[in-house]
């Protein structure tokens, strides 16, 4: 049972426009919320979280949006550059601690020049 | 800091051998985690130490599979004796504390069993 999933295994987006990539939870208990970020050859690495008491956070052109009732965050990329192009992962804890953090099984971004 | 190291960065072995990963975490951190990262599945927690102590192992999937941490710099994830289905990208990451939301990966080890 994937508590935490990433439907979309792939997307494409052009140079310069909005890249969005979309994730759904299912427990109710989750609190915080994580985006990484990972290149081929290298592991994971942290990109933007957000907590449950908000609903936007934005950090350059990386924006991560939280609909608690829908139990759905985003991330948005604007404007998208080719260097972006990974594979981003989602990520939910619960307010005990990151040790019980669950992982989405990623979204393949291709950002094309 | 040269962040999370892990050894070997790639390891192919037959089946039924013996297989060891290693890790060493960013120095400070007291929380120790192995995933393994497969296209189905994405990212699974196997395991994680807080203070060398192994805490919830509850996602390691078969007694072949075992977790050591003799002390605070090192950690090892043995698989005895490997399958062709252990075959993913296993990955090592420490957080400064358990309540730390934020961990750091080291570069993962790919390990193919034939």
């Known amino acids: 049972d994937q508590q935490v999933k990433q439907n979309s295994p792939s997307l494409s987006v052009q140079e310069g426009r909005i890249s969005i990539l979309n994730c759904d939870y299912t427990n109710s208990m989750f609190d915080y919320f994580l985006w990484y970020k990972k290149y081929p050859a290298e592991g994971p690495t942290f990109l933007i979280s957000i907590s449950s008491i908000k609903d936007k956070n934005e950090d350059g052109r990386f924006t991560v949006f939280l609909n608690k009732s829908a139990k759905h965050l985003s991330l948005h990329i604007v404007p998208s550059q080719p260097g972006d192009s990974a594979v981003y992962f989602c990520?939910?804890?619960?307010?005990?601690?990151?040790?019980?953090?669950?992982f989405g099984a990623g979204t393949r971004l291709f950002v094309k020049a | 800091d040269a962040g999370v190291i892990q050894s070997p960065r790639h390891e192919v072995t037959e089946m039924g051998q013996e297989v060891t990963l290693r890790c060493k975490p960013i120095?400070?951190?007291?929380?120790l985690f192995w995933y393994r990262q497969t296209m189905m599945r994405g990212l699974e927690l196997l395991i994680y130490f807080n203070n060398n102590v192994p805490i919830d192992d509850s996602g390691m999937p078969e007694d072949r599979f075992s977790a050591k941490m003799p002390n605070a710099s090192f950690s090892t994830l043995k698989i005895q004796p490997s399958e062709p289905r252990d075959s993913a990208v296993y990955f090592c990451?420490?957080?400064?504390?358990?309540?730390?939301?934020?961990?750091?990966f080291g570069p993962g080890t790919r390990l193919t069993v034939t």
């Open positions: 120095s400070g951190h007291n929380s």
């Open positions: 990451a420490s957080s400064l504390e358990e309540t730390s939301y934020e961990q750091y």
């Open positions: 990520a939910a804890s619960p307010n005990t601690g990151g040790f019980k953090t669950i």
